[in-house]
């Protein structure tokens, strides 16, 4: 690994970090966090980069979900339990229709940092940095709330920790029934034109779980053999090196922040310092891939990335989450997978149907229309088999909880409903009901 260090990124230009008032203070937090204990270990990033190795070569299939930003004051009981429930319900719809072992991922314990188009937003007249996630400042529209505070970087930390200690109790007992469809809120189901064959999917795995508890003699609700891993996007680099260390018996360096970081649109500039800092680490990485790039540079792009990123083909190591939107994914899509076919690596391909799909309305609330998140999954399924390629998995923006930021789905919301209960700050996210019902339409197509 050549020239690379913890700290070789800080020669290299850096976009989207917050400017921090006081650098002093920022460097006693980054102490504070290299000596305090790692969130994940090198065993489980091993473990998901054999998973993931088989999800690309098509024999699993991975799901990845959760907010667009967390929130320090959603780390609730109600919060996580919900966001786990609905994570393991697509999980097992998944499951049945695409007859492949699911990797659940989830988009939490770390997710508090976001890359925001503007660094400032005006309010009448006023200036004041944007908010850019619970790691950096606050979302209230005032000068001492919008002020970069390193100490944050601390409290992250620890929320991350309550939050994986809370997963990781749930998923080790306890957590009985949810694999069981007949104890899930399927309320919406009957205001579908599908509802009878909704009903029926559903009661297929219901017999399917049953057929398997009776053949194996093993619970579907004892989740003690499910996974259950972390992803953020790793954003804020003071704080993913802090957590960045050397393990015994082991070559190299592991993020140990979380599982499965990945590089944002935004942030994978080959000379920057994201790919700098991410290229020495031996984690599983994703990158997300935007319509952004010109498609003369793609294969230029696709080449120099892997070069970096993915340089020993190793399995498991590199996933690539495009993002296009269901208008661009046609134009785009082909020209990914034949760039990187072109390199003789292999690559894990996600689809994220949220992030090209992003509208505002009539008075201005970001929105996404349930139709479009999933024709952009439709087409990444038809484009990959057209191709000789295969989509390996899912990334959404969702929650446990019933909000209304994304239109559409069985209850047909629409851009008037998406006042009574819109809660994220950033992105919108398909709520529990659309996120289920998304699963089994896709889930149906996969099994096709
Ligand atoms: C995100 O995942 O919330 C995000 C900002 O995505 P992207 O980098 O794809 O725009
Ligand atoms: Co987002």
Redesign the pocket.
């Known amino acids: 690994m050549d020239d690379w260090t913890p700290t070789s990124w800080r020669t290299r230009p850096i976009t989207h970090q917050p400017t921090y008032p006081d650098v002093d203070a920022m460097d006693a937090v980054a102490e504070e966090l290299a000596s305090l204990p790692p969130l994940v270990t090198s065993w489980e990033v091993e473990s998901l980069k054999g998973q993931l190795a088989e999800a690309a070569r098509g024999e699993r299939f991975l799901l990845q979900g959760g907010d667009?930003?967390e929130q320090f004051g959603a780390c609730t009981p109600e919060a996580l339990t919900n966001k786990l429930k609905i994570l393991l319900q697509m999980s097992l719809v998944l499951v049945h229709g695409t007859r492949r072992r699911v990797i659940r991922v989830g988009r939490f314990a770390g997710q508090y940092a976001?890359?925001r188009s503007s660094l400032t937003e005006k309010r009448d007249g006023v200036e004041l940095p944007s908010y850019f996630g619970d790691n950096v400042n606050a979302p209230a529209f005032d000068e001492a709330s919008r002020r970069p505070d390193p100490r944050r970087l601390v409290n992250g930390y620890e929320r991350a920790a309550l939050t994986l200690n809370f997963i990781r109790s749930l998923v080790g007992g306890g957590f009985a029934d949810l694999h069981h469809p007949e104890f899930w809120n399927l309320g919406f189901v009957r205001h579908s034109p599908r509802a009878s064959e909704y009903q029926s999917m559903v009661q297929r795995i219901g017999e399917s779980v049953r057929f398997m508890e009776s053949l194996t003699g093993i619970s579907a609700g004892d989740l003690s053999r499910v996974d259950f891993f972390t992803s953020h996007?790793g954003l804020l680099l003071d704080y993913e090196a802090a957590l960045t260390r050397q393990v015994p018996r082991r070559r190299g360096w592991y993020n140990l922040s979380t599982h499965f970081p990945w590089i944002?649109?935004?942030t994978a500039a080959i000379d920057h310092a994201h790919v700098e800092f991410f290229r020495g680490i031996r984690n599983p990485l994703a990158v997300?891939i935007?319509p952004a790039i010109d498609p003369s540079d793609l294969a230029s792009f696709v080449e120099q990335l892997l070069d970096r990123l993915h340089p020993d083909d190793e399995p498991g190591r590199m996933t690539f989450?495009h993002?296009y939107g269901a208008e661009r994914i046609e134009e785009h899509l082909p020209a990914l997978i034949e760039a990187v076919r072109a390199t003789g690596r292999t690559v894990l391909f996600v689809s994220?149907p949220?992030?090209g799909n992003t509208v505002r309305t009539d008075r201005g609330l970001k929105t996404r229309r349930f139709e479009d998140i999933l024709r952009e999954l439709e087409l990444a399924i038809d484009i990959h088999a057209a191709n000789g390629s295969v989509l390996g998995g899912m990334h959404f923006?969702l929650t446990g909880e019933n909000v209304t930021e994304c239109t559409g789905g069985a209850r047909g919301l629409s851009d008037d409903d998406l006042g009574s209960d819109y809660q994220s700050l950033?992105?919108p996210r398909l709520n529990y009901e659309q996120a289920l019902e998304m699963a089994l339409l896709v889930a149906e197509k996969l099994g096709r």
């Open positions: 667009c930003a976001k890359p996007e944002g649109m935004r997300k935007g989450i993002r994220d949220m992030h923006e950033v992105d």
